[in-house]
């Protein structure tokens, strides 16, 4: 069974578009959200996390979308850039079990100059 | 200066050989340590985390054992390689009891033949 599941293997934009990202999530215990963004040959890096306490968390041109009750949430990624094509995790885990945390399969985004 | 560095960067081995994928964090007190597996293209696969020296707990059995003998060390290894196995392995740590922000080394990329 998948935890955590995001909806689209890959995903094309254009630069200036807004590129969204979604996932969905099995576990209602599951209270913390990050999405890591990977390059090709890379680990992946935190880009930016959620609360299940909130409902939108905002770092620059990236914002995450939360849904408790329908259990998904989304990544925006407002005037994308070249050089945001890269492979977007989203993850989850439970605050009173850090250690494990679960990552959806990934979707590959592409952005078109 | 790199906080956690990751040995070898590639391997090729063959199937039945023996394995041992070693990595290191500095400047971080008592982290702690992670090893994922992904296979070209796919999810991240917790593999086993350690909260301290001595003490691993594994997640998945995958044919594979991880020991951390110091503080700052992280060891992954096998005693025979399956096909299975190649993939890329990255080290991971975090910090404190919250442990949410997973921060990942560059990677070993392993090819068995």
């Known amino acids: 069974q998948q935890q955590v599941r995001q909806s689209s293997q890959s995903l094309t934009v254009w630069e200036g578009e807004t590129a969204i990202l979604n996932c969905s999530y099995e576990?209602?215990?599951?209270?913390?959200f990050p999405w890591y963004q990977q390059f090709p040959g890379e680990g992946p890096a935190l880009l930016i996390a959620i609360r299940s306490v909130s409902d939108k968390k905002e770092d620059g041109r990236f914002t995450i979308f939360f849904n408790k009750r329908e259990k998904n949430l989304s990544l925006h990624i407002k005037d994308s850039q070249p050089g945001d094509s890269a492979t977007y995790f989203c993850a989850a885990s439970v605050s009173t079990n850090a250690y494990k945390v679960i990552f959806g399969k990934g979707t590959h985004l592409h952005v078109l100059p | 200066a790199q906080t956690i560095h990751q040995w070898p960067v590639a391997e090729i081995k063959a199937v039945g050989s023996p394995l041992s994928l070693g990595c290191t964090i500095k400047?971080?007190?008592?982290?702690?340590l992670y090893w994922y597996w992904q296979a070209t293209g796919g999810t991240l696969q917790q593999l086993f985390y350690?909260?301290?020296?001595?003490?691993v707990e594994s997640v998945v059995q995958l044919n594979l054992s991880a020991s951390r003998p110091k503080d700052d060390q992280f060891i992954l290894s096998t005693e025979k390689l399956l096909l299975s196995h190649s993939g890329f392995y990255l080290c991971a740590w975090s910090l404190g009891v919250s442990a949410e922000t997973l921060y990942f080394g560059s990677g070993t990329r392993l090819t068995v033949l």
């Open positions: 400047g971080k007190s008592s982290p702690n």
């Open positions: 576990n209602s215990a599951f209270d913390y």
């Open positions: 350690s909260i301290t020296v001595g003490q």
